[in-house]
């Protein structure tokens, strides 16, 4: 394995993947990746609150087919949520307005295991089509 370092905001490849990376808003620098084959793409936030980087990124993508973005806390955890800057449900809701695309898989991560249940109930209160939560040892294809 070698470590190198990512060109933000430009494509780099990996074999036959085309990765785009823009920074996003968390505590350490972390990024949000965009990947395509040339025929599907998936956006990954990372761990990240409210950003413009990442959504001016995802928007320009002429296809997306699939979204994975974080969901660390419960609602009520809001405060921690802010200052850890993570998202709750209902910040993620906020944070969806901004994409543009329709028709794909939303897939939260990155929720804490002690407030699975409770993150899924809330994601499932939104009503939002294609919102759903990544599942451990899933195969997912796009």
């Not at 780099?12 to 025929?39: E, K, M, Y």
């Not at 998936?42 to 979204?67: C, G, I, Y």
Request: glycine fraction near 4%; charged fraction near 20%.
């Amino acid at each position: 394995m070698e470590y190198v370092p990512v060109p933000e905001g430009q494509e780099f490849q990996v074999a036959h993947l085309t990765v785009t990376v823009v920074p996003v808003n968390h505590i350490v620098p972390t990024v949000g990746l965009l990947v395509s084959d040339g025929r599907s793409a998936v956006a990954f936030s990372s761990d990240t609150a409210e950003t413009e980087k990442f959504w001016d990124m995802v928007n320009a993508a002429p296809t997306l087919n699939a979204l994975l973005i974080e969901t660390s806390f419960p609602n009520s955890m809001a405060k921690l949520a802010e200052v850890s800057r993570h998202f709750t449900p209902a910040s993620l809701q906020r944070e969806l307005t901004k994409l543009s695309h329709n028709g794909l898989d939303i897939l939260a991560v990155h929720i804490k295991p002690a407030y699975r249940e409770m993150i899924i109930d809330e994601l499932k209160a939104l009503k939002i089509d294609g919102l759903g939560v990544m599942e451990p040892g899933r195969t997912y294809t796009w």
